[in-house]
C-alpha cells in the first residue's frame, strides 16, 4: 500500500468513574488523515487543515508519534501526513489522541502491520506526552481499539477493550471556553480519602458489569465522581445545571469528557441522546456561551480506513 | 416448611484489589446451621457446637441478623436456632458473615421467601456490625448469592453478582494467630495518593473483565494491592515468603483474606490450588506456626440447603 485515508475518531476519557485508566470511542466526530510512502526517508507534515498547528514533527503530536513508532521498527521508509482537524485542540475529547494515535495506525498500516493495535498505543502516548506532558493512554487507546478501553496498568502498559451495548449514545457539549488540561491537572487534590476511594471503585465496578451485562441502569448508575469532577467542575460553566438537566432529559449519566471543557452524557437511544442534547444546548443559548455538540452511538472499532492506494 | 438444615459457606473478602466491596464464595468450608419453626414468638439459639460463642439473641451475629429481618416482616412466629461452627472467628474468611447470612437465609425459607437473596443482604449487615462495628457487606453477600460479589454503593446498598470461571480454585491458609479486625482497621492509612488509586482501579477493573472474559492470567496479574496489603500484611507472620512461595508454586495471585491473618491464593485447577496449598503449608511447618488450610472450588450459589422437613 502507497497512501492511506483514515478517520480517527474522538474520544471521551475517564467517563466519571475511571479517572486515568476509562475512555470511549465516538463515531460521528474525529479528524481526517492521510498518510503516504515517499522515497524520501523519514516523517513529514506537509499540511493541517481547520486548526493552526505546528508543521515541525517534532513539535506536532502526530510527528512525534509516528517518530517513535519508527524509532521500533527496521524500515528506511519515508512518509508524508495531512491531517484535516475536525477536533478542536483543548476541547476534552481527545484531539491530541486523534492526530497521534491516526498517525500510528497509517503508517503501520502502510508499513504491512508489523505491530498490533495494543503495541501502537504506546507509540501514540509519546505523542500525547508532548501535548499535556504526561503520556496518559486513555484517550489513545479508544482511538485505536474503539469501544470503551481500561487502561489495566501502565508499568506493563496492559491496555483491555470492553464492547459498549449496542444502543448506548453518547451526546457531548463543548462551551467554547478554554481550559487548560495543565490547568485542569493542577486543581487535583494528590490525597483522596479511603472512604471516597472505596466508593468510585464500587462505581468503576458497577460500569464495567453494566457494559458486560448490558445493563443500562447500571451503566447509568455507577457514572458518579466525587473525587476529580467536584474540583474540576468549577472551571466549566453551569457545569451543574447542564449535568443536571441532561439526566432529567433521561441521560443515564453525566460527566466532564476528559479534563473539560466538554461535559458528556450517556443515554439509551439516538433519540434520547438527541433529546438531552437539545437540552443541554439550551443552557448556553440562555447564558450566552457558544458550543459545538455531537451525538454519536459508541464507535466498537476506532479509526476507520477511508481509502487504500496500492 | 417447618425445618432447614443449611450449610453456610466461608467467604475471601477484599480479593486483594477490591477493599471493602469484592467477595467471592468457598464450597468447602462453612458452618452447618438448623432453623426450626416453634410456637413461642421471636428467636432463639438453642445450641452452639463447635466454637464458644453467646446464645444470647442479642449478643450473637446470627441472633441479631435475624431479629433484623423479622423486623422488616409481618409475622409473629417463633425460630430456634442451632449453630454448628466449622468457620474459626477471627480467621479471616467470614465466621460471623456465615451465622449472620446463614440465619437470614433460612427463616427466609421457612418464611416462604418473602425477601430476595439480595433483600437479604442488609438484614445479615447487621450481624456483621454486632461483629466488627462496621456494617460491611463483602462477607455477607458472597454467602448469599455466592460467586464473586461486588457491593458497587452501600447507600443505596446495590451488590452485584459476577460468576466465577469453572475452573478457579482457591487455597486458604490460616496461620493460628489472633488479629483483632478492629486493629486490622486501625493500622490502615486513612488517605490515598490519587496515583495508588488509579493503579488500584486498573486492577479491580482488570479482575472484573477477568472473570467475565474468563482470563486466567488477567485475573492473576489483577490480584494486587498496594494501598491495603502493606499495612496489614505486618500484623501476619511470613505473609512475604507465603504470598512469593504461592505464585512461584504456580498460584495466578494472592494476598490477604478479608483482614487476616488468612492468606488465600487463586489457581486454575484443583491440583495447582493443592500444590500451593502444600507450598504455603511448608512455610508454617518450618517456623512451627499450627494453620487451617483449605482448597476449594469457587461456590457458585453460596448457601446450600442440606435437608428440609415439611
Known sequence: MEEIRIFAPATIANVSCGF????????????????????????????????????????????????TLLKNVQSNE??????????????????????AAGAVFAINELL?????????????MQGEKLA??????????????????LVKSYHPLEVLKINAPSDLYATVIHPQIEVKTSDARSVLKQQVSL?????????????????????????????HDEIIEPYRSILIPEFDDVKRSAIA?????????GSGPSIFALSKGEEVAKKVGATMAKIYDTI???????????????????????
Open 20 to 67: 486515568d485508566i476509562l475512555g470511549l470511542c465516538l463515531d460521528t466526530v474525529g479528524d481526517e488523515m492521510i498518510v503516504r510512502k515517499v522515497a524520501k526517508e523519514g516523517v513529514r507534515i506537509t499540511k493541517i487543515v481547520g486548526q493552526d498547528l505546528p508543521l515541525e514533527v517534532e513539535k506536532n503530536v502526530a510527528g512525534v508519534a509516528a517518530l
Open 78 to 99: 519515508g512518509f508524508e501526513i495531512e491531517i484535516y482537524k475536525n477536533i478542536k485542540p483543548g476541547s476534552g475529547i481527545g484531539s491530541s489522541a486523534a492526530s
Open 112 to 124: 504491512g502491520k508489523p505491530f498490533s493495535l495494543n503495541e501502537l498505543i504506546a507509540f501514540a
Open 132 to 149: 499535556s506532558g504526561t503520556a496518559h493512554a486513555d484517550n489513545v487507546a479508544p482511538v485505536l481499539l474503539g469501544g470503551f478501553t
Open 195 to 223: 472512604q471516597k476511594m472505596v466508593k468510585q471503585m464500587g462505581n468503576l465496578g458497577g460500569l464495567i458489569c453494566g457494559l458486560y451485562t448490558e445493563d443500562y441502569d447500571l451503566i447509568g448508575s455507577s457514572l
Open 249 to 257: 432529559a433521561g441521560a443515564l449519566g453525566a460527566g466532564i469528557s
Open 288 to 310: 450566552q456561551i457558544d458550543y459545538d455538540i455531537h451525538i454519536s452511538k459508541i464507535n466498537q472499532h476506532g479509526i476507520k480506513v477511508l481509502k487504500e492506494k496500492k
